[in-house]
């Protein structure tokens, strides 16, 4: 596929020969092409002498790393040109950051032209390998799972087959077999994640008590749920904190979204009863019973799988400086909270089941910005998903 994202053009410019050095990393789920971005990025490369790539996969030691630049070092001194070397799975190596940092330290004292990529499958794993600080020497490039805007340019998905499929482009070879598609997704996707993205690469003392939080927080996507409540309805017994700290990893494997209370100045990022959305409609979807038409055909269901797809949408753009939380308040609720340096931003989504509006009680404490009805009477769903932040949050 030769697909690109805009992402793909942030790369290109940033690696420039004549632009400034710094190591670019490429970092995201599981899944939605880092990978294959850089590869096609690689290909417009005119000199294939001066481009090298390597995986960490199948490594022992950091001693790859060492000889896949040094390789790239000689290069570049021979042809008197700039190499380009990228370094994936770079989370797979314990201590990485030290090696990269002494490598790419005598490059500049050195005179030596190699600009390098890494790739990394999660946030979580990269933070957890920065032994040493890399700052001032590295810059982010962050990918999210696919919008509908991007699935829809690639694949032909109207709005109402996102909501079902999702995100994940490689599950998109089996999308007119839901039973191979769900498989795909569980199997190759999610529990790869959970397996490799948590449990290998973290101490969890209790595997089964995180994989029974993750499938309770899936049950409620799109619902509130006390933490205590989820406490008592588990089989294997745990604390309130061990709970948190597992959603905490499922967050940081962008599988599970636990939004919280927004209260005002600050956010209730200890609060008890988070509500539970998710990174990618297909997560929930490929565990659900049934298939697209029952869901399609079940309003108040079709109703929540709406809100969890424009919740996903929003949580594509999180970030320090677009944070996405939730505001309940007895009865009354926003489904979104949406906090930028623009402003504050309220938005229903009104999706055809049964709910009490917080809008107006939200507007009367908070005075947001702007607040948005995403459904009847306000932007059409369909059409709030081709939408920017840019497009609404100004």
């Given amino acids: 596929m030769n697909y690109r994202r805009k992402e793909y053009y942030l790369l290109e410019e940033r690696m420039r020969p004549n632009g ?61 040109a700039t190499q380009y070397l990228v370094l994936d799975e770079i989370q ?28 990394g499958s999660a946030q979580l794993l990269l933070d957890k390998g920065l032994t040493e600080s890399l700052a001032g020497r590295s810059e982010r490039i962050h990918l999210s799972h ?13 709005a109402e087959e996102y909501v079902w499929f999702g995100g994940y482009p490689g599950a998109m ?19 790869t994640a959970i397996t490799q993205d948590v449990l290998m690469m973290h101490r969890v003392l209790k595997p089964a008590l995180l994989r029974q939080t993750f499938e309770m927080a ?8 006390s933490i205590n409540k989820m406490v008592g309805q588990l089989q294997d017994a745990g604390n309130t904190t061990t709970l948190s700290e597992y959603l905490n990893l499922l967050n940081q494997a962008r599988l599970i979204a636990p939004l919280h209370k927004y209260a005002g100045a600050y956010v209730r990022k200890r609060a008890s009863s988070p509500t539970f959305h998710l990174y990618n409609p297909a997560i929930r979807n490929a565990y659900r019973p049934g298939g697209r038409l029952d869901l399609r055909n079940a309003p108040s269901l079709w109703g929540r799988a709406v809100e969890i797809a424009v919740g996903a949408h ?12 939730t505001w309940r308040e007895g009865d009354f609720e926003v489904d979104f909270v949406v906090k930028t340096p623009r402003g504050l931003f309220a938005l229903e989504v009104k999706s055809g089941r049964d709910k009490a509006s917080g ?24 059409d709030f998903l081709r939408l920017e932040p840019a497009d609404w949050a100004v």
Avoid: C
Wanted: no cysteine; proline share 4%; glycine share 6%.
């Fill in 20 to 80: 400034p050095n710094r190591i670019q990393m490429v970092l995201g789920p599981r899944q939605v092409g880092k990978t294959t971005l850089v590869l096609q990025w690689l290909r417009t490369v005119q000199e294939p002498n001066n481009l090298r790539y390597f995986t960490g996969d199948a490594q022992i030691g950091s001693s790859w790393i060492e000889g896949a630049w040094n390789a790239a070092r000689i290069a570049s001194r021979a042809d008197q």
């Fill in 92 to 119: 797979k190596t314990t201590r990485w950051s030290e090696v990269v940092k002494r490598l790419w330290d005598e490059d500049r004292a050195q005179g030596v032209d190699v600009r390098v990529v890494l790739l």
């Fill in 146 to 158: 696919w919008r509908f805007n991007e699935m829809n340019e690639a694949f032909g998905l109207s």
């Fill in 173 to 191: 070879d089996y999308w007119t077999d839901e039973s191979r598609w769900k498989a795909y997704v569980r199997e190759s996707l999610v529990e």
């Fill in 218 to 225: 899936l049950h409620y996507a799109g619902q509130t749920l």
């Fill in 314 to 325: 929003l949580l594509s753009y999180q970030s320090p400086e677009f944070e996405v939380t």
């Fill in 359 to 382: 809008l107006t009680r939200f507007q009367e404490q908070f005075n947001p910005t702007r607040t948005l009805l995403v459904g009847p009477g306000g932007i059409p769903w369909q």
